[in-house]
T-cell receptor, first 113, second 117 residues
C-alpha cells in the first residue's frame, strides 16, 4: 500500500514568489493535514482538510492557503514568499475525524532566497 | 490550552543501555498521547499511542511508553538501545474532550536521541 506522497521534494524560490506543494494521502484516508517544520520551532499546524472542506487552520497568515480535491489529494499554496517561510512542509493523512495516529509524507523542503 | 514539554533537546545513550526520552503534558481534560520518530530528511513515523487502559503502552521497534497521570508524564523507553534508534523524537497530546481531528494535536519541540556505538 502506498504511503503519503508529497511533491516536489525540494523547491527553491525567491522572496515575493508563490510556491505550490502537493500531497496525496493514503488510499481511503479522507483527512489531510499540513504542518510547517521550521528549524528550532518544532511542528506547527497549518491546515486541516476533510471531505474537500477546510476544517481548521493554524495561526498562519492568509497567504498560506490550500485546497483538497475530490480524490482527497491536497495542495498548499504560499503566496508572497518571505525568507522565514523556508522550512520543511509535512503533509499527513488520517481516517476522517479519528484522533488516532497520523501518517506523514517525507515532506517538501522549501527554500526562500 | 494544552501543551507538551520535552525538557531535553538531546539525549545520549550508549548502545545496549536502556533509554528514556521524557515528555510531560498539560490538558484540561483527559489526554490522548502519542510518540512519533523522525529520521533525517524523512517525515514523521508513528511509534505508539495511549488512549485509555493499561498505563504501559507498547509500540513499534521495541519502544514502550508509560502513562503517569499523577505526574502528567508519558516517557518513551526502550530496554536496550540500538545505533539505528538515533533520530528525532516527538511527543504529542490532545485533549479527549476536544472535538474535531488531529488539528487538536500539540507536538513537543522534539528530542534528539543519539545512540553511541
Amino acid at each position: 500500500e502506498a504511503g503519503v506522497t508529497q511533491s516536489p521534494t525540494h523547491l527553491i524560490k525567491t522572496r515575493g514568489q508563490q510556491a505550490t506543494l502537493r500531497c496525496s494521502p493514503i488510499s481511503g484516508h479522507t483527512s489531510v493535514y499540513w504542518y510547517q517544520q521550521a528549524l528550532g520551532l518544532g511542528l506547527q499546524f497549518l491546515l486541516w482538510y476533510d471531505e474537500g472542506e477546510e476544517r481548521n487552520r493554524g495561526n498562519f497568515p492568509p497567504r498560506f492557503s490550500g485546497r483538497q480535491f475530490p480524490n482527497y489529494s491536497s495542495e498548499l499554496n504560499v503566496n508572497a514568499l518571505e525568507l522565514e517561510d523556508s522550512a520543511l512542509y509535512l503533509c499527513a493523512s488520517s481516517l476522517g475525524f479519528m484522533p488516532g495516529e497520523l501518517f506523514f509524507g517525507e515532506g517538501s523542503r522549501l527554500t526562500v532566497l | 490550552a494544552q501543551s507538551v514539554a520535552q525538557p531535553e533537546d538531546q539525549v545520549n545513550v550508549a548502545e545496549g543501555n536502556p533509554l528514556t526520552v521524557k515528555c510531560t503534558y498539560s490538558v484540561s481534560g483527559n489526554p490522548y498521547l502519542f510518540w512519533y520518530v523522525q529520521y533525517p530528511n524523512r517525515g514523521l513515523q508513528f511509534l505508539l499511542k495511549y488512549i485509555t487502559g493499561d498505563n504501559l503502552v507498547k509500540g513499534s521497534y521495541g519502544f514502550e511508553a508509560e502513562f503517569n497521570k499523577s505526574q502528567t508524564s508519558f516517557h518513551l523507553k526502550k530496554p536496550s538501545a540500538l545505533v539505528s534508534d538515533s533520530a528525532l523524537y516527538f511527543c504529542a497530546v490532545r485533549d479527549m474532550s476536544s472535538g474535531g481531528g488531529a488539528d487538536g494535536l500539540t507536538f513537543g519541540k522534539g528530542t534528539h536521541l543519539i545512540i553511541q556505538p
